[in-house]
T-cell receptor
Framework: DSGVTQTPKHLITATGQRVTLRCSPR?????VYWYQQSLDQGLQFLIQ???????AKGNILERFSAQQFPDLHSELNLSSLELGDSALYFC???????????FGEGSRLTVL | AQSVTQPDIHITVSEGASLELRCNYS??????LFWYVQSPGQGLQLLLK??????LVQGIKGFEAEFKRSQSSFNLRKPSVHWSDAAEYFC?????????????FGGGTRVLVKP
């Protein structure tokens, strides 16, 4: 158990819909990363937050957005969903002391 | 730009045999290097990491990796594979996470273990 909690574990929805994925980082970790894992693109960095502020942005679509709340949990919002958005979405957190990412078990999104 | 190449998509190895997974990276500064393992339906678990110092690093589950700056490589090895090592392995490169850097992952190598 990495200490990073992601909900829901599985989500099935239709094209055009909107979903929210939630992540609770390890206790004490201020930094949260979101990654997308798909068969054709592999593990792609989406976005990073540090203590509530956006710190880095990767290959995140404009239809996607994220935020980190004062209690440090983070949410990834995916809207106008397309078939190609079907993927495993990982959240990871880190502390500055360890210098490594701790991953949650992911949220598997299926868009039909 | 930073990038990671894992040349082998699949590797099949017999139980008890040795295993070596290749990783080549591109990074403009001193790299921080990682190997992660992903079992089916699971998240990624850190096997080992290299920040500086001794270029041969030991990790969990009997894995080790060697950093070779001249070859831009960070290959993962295990002397004797167990059936439970069947999984997908990812190499990653980045800068210091404390400085806000991100990790870039390779495409992964899926390891199958034959009895």
């Amino acid at each position: 158990d990495s200490g990073v909690t992601q909900t829901p574990k599985h989500l099935i929805t239709a094209t055009g819909q909107r979903v929210t994925l939630r992540c609770s980082p390890r206790s004490g970790d201020l930094s949260v990363y979101w990654y997308q894992q798909s068969l054709d693109q592999g593990l792609q960095f989406l976005i990073q937050y540090y203590n509530g502020e956006e710190r880095a942005k990767g290959n995140i679509l404009e239809r996607f957005s994220a935020q980190q709340f004062p209690d440090l949990h983070s949410e990834l919002n995916l809207s106008s969903l397309e078939l190609g958005d079907s993927a495993l979405y990982f959240c990871a957190s880190t502390s500055e002391n360890t210098g490594e990412l701790f991953f949650g078990e992911g949220s598997r999104l299926t868009v039909l | 730009a930073q990038s990671v190449t894992q040349p082998d998509i699949h590797i099949t190895v017999s139980e008890g045999a040795s295993l070596e997974l290749r990783c080549n990276y591109s990074y403009g500064a001193t790299p921080y290097l990682f190997w992660y393992v992903q079992s089916p339906g699971q998240g990624l678990q850190l096997l080992l990491k290299y920040f500086s110092g001794d270029t041969l690093v030991q990790g969990i589950k009997g894995f080790e990796a060697e950093f070779k700056r001249s070859q831009s490589s960070f290959n993962l090895r295990k002397p004797s594979v167990h059936w439970s090592d069947a999984a997908e392995y990812f190499c990653a490169v980045g800068g210091s996470l404390a400085a806000g850097n991100k990790l870039t992952f390779g495409g992964g190598t899926r390891v199958l273990v034959k009895p």
